[in-house]
């Protein structure tokens, strides 16, 4: 009978916990020592893939699904109809260790709805970490979801035994948030994300100068925004993300594309189309801004608002600004070729060392692994002709599109009939 009673929770609560996606890890070491259970060594967590292939997972579950708030795009908010379970701290860490034991698992990504209060959910959810590190000697991944407007002694303590904290921003804008969850206010959301951000800032100043200093939330802190719930438009959203990176040290910010789930007049209906290309667009142009050296104003600004869904937005960039092109890849300096459509991250590490021992042509770049069928119409090389051959913009979009092939490709595909 317990048995079926843990199976069924464990049903309703994984079920609840999917529409989270901001559960990857990147940046832990806590390796294992004292002959204990587990080791997040660098790894990264649920689902997610490593440099070399490797899929690794993790138990990823909510403590409740039982909620204090009534969200409209939440689907265990108060009002909504559905089956209410919640698991006991005990029961969360013998399914983490039985898991981990059968090699189903490498971590836990336990998150909860608020029942209570904040700092009564969040209390629980740290005894779970708590009692893994201590009790079970487990050192494999933790992330746990922090509660909006928990303590600042919980979120030190939480982030003592967890790997990685974040708190999900939900709607990206204020307005937003009030218009979607009237009950919730947006300084909660932020006053746990300071408190992580000042004590990974003051255990960073520590460690220099005592080695033993206990590890703070190896993994950093990350948040979550639902993409098409509230009506932002592309350029809104980058901004709050922009936002968050520089002011709170965010790991990273996940977008998360609305999945319909109700009748509200405030949302898209049932059956509307989850935003899934509009998701990928804006991870891309998080990318770009990251680590490509693109500032948000570059990439969107007033007159475009809006990612084009049809082309990934460093080549829509470069469609809008082909004035600084065509680059010559053999003298433009890195920054600039990391601006060139088809030019990654890699390629132009490759291309600034290759071309110090001689001129690089089109074989040459295409050994180096560049998308010659978007960079060819924005590069001079060593090879004869230049693909651009004042071409308007919009004939080299579809070109280009012509000739690519995509996991969003059935997306556009009826347009590019047209040409």
């Given at each position: 009978?317990?048995f079926?009673?843990?199976?069924e929770k464990?049903?309703?609560l994984?079920?609840?916990?999917?529409?989270?996606?901001s559960?990857?890890s990147?940046?832990?070491?806590?390796?294992?020592?004292?002959?204990g259970?587990?080791?997040s060594?660098?790894?990264?967590?649920?689902?997610?893939?490593?440099?070399?292939g490797?899929?690794v997972?993790l138990?990823?579950i909510?403590l409740?699904?039982?909620?204090?708030?009534?969200?409209a795009?939440c689907?265990?908010?108060?009002?909504?109809?559905?089956?209410r379970?919640?698991?006991?701290v005990?029961e969360?860490v013998d399914l983490?260790?039985n898991?981990?034991?059968?090699?189903?698992?490498e971590g836990?990504?336990?998150s909860?709805g608020?029942?209570?209060?904040a700092?009564f959910?969040?209390?629980?959810l740290?005894?779970?970490?708590k009692?893994?590190?201590?009790?079970e000697?487990f050192?494999g991944?933790?992330?746990?979801?922090?509660?909006p407007?928990?303590?600042?002694?919980?979120?030190r303590?939480a982030?003592l035994?967890?790997?990685?904290l974040?708190?999900n921003?939900e709607?990206p804008?204020i307005?937003g948030?009030?218009k979607l969850a009237?009950?919730?206010?947006h300084?909660?959301?932020i006053?746990?994300?300071n408190?992580?951000k000042n004590?990974?800032?003051?255990?960073?100043?520590?460690k220099?100068?005592?080695k033993?200093?206990?590890?703070?939330?190896?993994?950093?802190?990350?948040?979550?925004?639902?993409?098409g719930a509230?009506?932002?438009?592309?350029?809104e959203?980058?901004?709050?993300a922009?936002?968050?990176y520089?002011?709170?040290?965010?790991?990273?910010?996940?977008?998360?594309?609305?999945?319909?789930?109700?009748n509200d007049?405030r949302?898209p209906s049932?059956?509307s189309?989850?935003?899934?290309?509009r998701?990928?667009?804006?991870?891309q142009?998080d990318?770009l801004?990251?680590?490509y050296g693109?500032?948000?104003n570059?990439l969107?600004n007033?007159q475009f608002?809006n990612l084009?869904?049809?082309?990934?937005?460093?080549l829509?960039?470069?469609l809008?600004?082909?004035?600084?092109?065509?680059?010559?890849?053999n003298?433009?300096e890195?920054?600039m070729?990391?601006?060139i459509p088809g030019v990654?991250?890699?390629?132009?590490?490759?291309i600034?060392?290759?071309?110090?021992?001689r001129?690089?042509?089109?074989?040459?770049?295409?050994?180096?692994?560049?998308a010659?069928?978007?960079?060819?119409?924005f590069?001079?090389?060593?090879?004869?002709?230049?693909?651009?051959?004042d071409?308007?913009?919009?004939?080299?979009?579809?070109?280009?599109?012509?000739?690519?092939?995509g996991?969003?490709?059935?997306?556009?595909?009826?347009?590019?009939s047209?040409f």
């Amino acid at each position: 009978m317990m048995f079926e009673r843990i199976k069924e929770k464990l049903e309703i609560l994984a079920d609840a916990a999917k529409y989270d996606v901001s559960c990857s890890s990147s940046g832990s070491k806590r390796s294992n020592k004292n002959k204990g259970l587990g080791n997040s060594d660098g790894m990264g967590i649920c689902h997610s893939y490593t440099q070399d292939g490797r899929c690794v997972s993790l138990l990823k579950i909510l403590l409740t699904n039982h909620c204090i708030f009534d969200c409209a795009y939440c689907v265990t908010r108060r009002s909504n109809d559905i089956k209410r379970a919640a698991f006991k701290v005990q029961e969360v860490v013998d399914l983490t260790i039985n898991f981990y034991r059968r090699n189903y698992i490498e971590g836990l990504f336990l998150s909860s709805g608020i029942f209570k209060d904040a700092d009564f959910t969040m209390e629980r959810l740290i005894r779970v970490a708590k009692k893994l590190r201590l009790e079970e000697n487990f050192n494999g991944y933790i992330h746990l979801k922090s509660i909006p407007g928990a303590s600042d002694e919980l979120m030190r303590e939480a982030g003592l035994y967890a790997d990685r904290l974040s708190v999900n921003i939900e709607i990206p804008t204020i307005s937003g948030l009030k218009k979607l969850a009237p009950e919730k206010n947006h300084s909660d959301f932020i006053k746990p994300m300071n408190k992580v951000k000042n004590e990974i800032i003051q255990y960073n100043s520590e460690k220099k100068l005592i080695k033993s200093t206990p590890k703070y939330a190896p993994a950093g802190q990350s948040t979550q925004m639902i993409v098409g719930a509230s009506g932002e438009s592309d350029r809104e959203i980058m901004l709050s993300a922009n936002y968050y990176y520089k002011n709170y040290n965010m790991k990273r910010v996940y977008y998360s594309g609305y999945v319909p789930i109700s009748n509200d007049p405030r949302l898209p209906s049932l059956g509307s189309q989850v935003p899934m290309l509009r998701e990928n667009r804006l991870y891309q142009t998080d990318w770009l801004m990251r680590f490509y050296g693109f500032d948000v104003n570059e990439l969107l600004n007033q007159q475009f608002p809006n990612l084009d869904v049809e082309v990934d937005p460093k080549l829509s960039w470069a469609l809008r600004n082909q004035h600084q092109f065509p680059v010559d890849v053999n003298s433009a300096e890195k920054e600039m070729l990391l601006r060139i459509p088809g030019v990654g991250l890699k390629s132009a590490h490759k291309i600034v060392r290759a071309r110090r021992f001689r001129k690089l042509n089109f074989d040459h770049l295409k050994a180096i692994g560049v998308a010659l069928n978007r960079a060819r119409y924005f590069i001079i090389c060593d090879s004869r002709g230049w693909e651009k051959r004042d071409l308007a913009p919009s004939k080299i979009k579809s070109l280009i599109l012509r000739n690519s092939v995509g996991k969003f490709r059935k997306e556009y595909s009826s347009q590019l009939s047209l040409f």
